[in-house]
């Protein structure tokens, strides 16, 4: 009720406590893994794979990587994720549910939890500038920001968003550390499991080259944390990588 009340009022609220007290409430809780790979301080990019299906929507993943990440960082414990504008084609039993109503939601979330809100269409490149402009300065004020690159997707990797790529790289600026989070389930399990951090630099001086470098560098970085089965768009990149090394592969 008291979460209604903040909702309808536009009070801000914590939502790394909130995603707390979701996860705990939702058993079985999810099994995480590599949260040692976190930066204890300091702000971050953190990047997911869109893993959802009916029943377990890409928030409650987001909540989940929330709370191990509050767990780790106590004095910084706050993500500010990037949400999408609408979402299109939901429906509640038979009734679909009016995009207006879904747009309305969607910033009253984000007002709510200090999110950023990024436009879908990918015409509206102002909207889309001024998210990513609103992102550099969470990151500047010491804010983690999470995203993710794909924007939709239901677990088996698809590719990242155009433009995804120039926006990580500007965020990042070749110093800010960004970390990779692997989302599947293992039976009823919601596995979890973070990636060593990395910072994002290219070799090409074009844009359009730029931004296919760095999409493929963060998705093949969350991609070797999957079992080969979610590899899909990126398998033979991710498996050019691991081809080789040592050590036994994401099951």
């Not at 990047?47 to 009916?54: G, I, K, P, Q, S």
């Not at 973070?194 to 931004?211: A, C, H, I, K, W």
Request: aromatic share 8%.
């Amino acid at each position: 009720m008291l979460w209604l009340v903040d909702f309808l009022l536009g009070r801000r609220r914590s939502f790394a406590r909130d995603s707390r007290i979701t996860i705990d409430g939702n058993p079985p809780p999810p099994c995480v893994q590599g949260v040692e790979h976190l930066p204890p301080e300091g702000p971050l990019i953190i990047v997911m794979n869109h893993y959802e299906r009916d029943g377990l929507l890409i928030h409650f993943c987001a909540m989940a990587i929330s709370k191990a990440v509050a767990g780790r960082r106590s004095r910084s414990p706050e993500i500010r994720w990037v949400i999408t504008s609408e979402w299109y084609g939901r429906r509640i039993g038979p009734l679909p549910i009016p995009v207006w109503f879904i747009r309305w939601v969607f910033r009253r979330v984000s007002r709510l939890y200090g999110l950023i809100v990024m436009p879908r269409a990918a015409e509206d490149v102002r909207g889309r500038a001024a998210a990513i402009r609103r992102l550099a300065e969470q990151v500047r004020d010491g804010e983690s920001v999470g995203l993710v690159p794909e924007a939709l997707g239901k677990g088996t990797l698809i590719e990242a968003m155009p433009g995804s790529g120039l926006a990580l790289l500007a965020l990042s600026r070749g110093r800010l550390p960004i970390v990779p989070v692997g989302l599947w389930e293992d039976d009823e399990t919601l596995m979890v499991r973070f990636g060593e951090p990395f910072t994002l630099n290219v070799g090409s001086s074009d844009r359009q080259e730029q931004d296919r470098q760095a999409r493929e560098r963060v998705m093949v970085a969350i991609g070797r944390l999957l079992p080969e089965r979610y590899w899909g768009f990126y398998a033979p990149a991710i498996g050019r990588e691991v081809e080789g090394e040592p050590g036994p592969r994401a099951e």
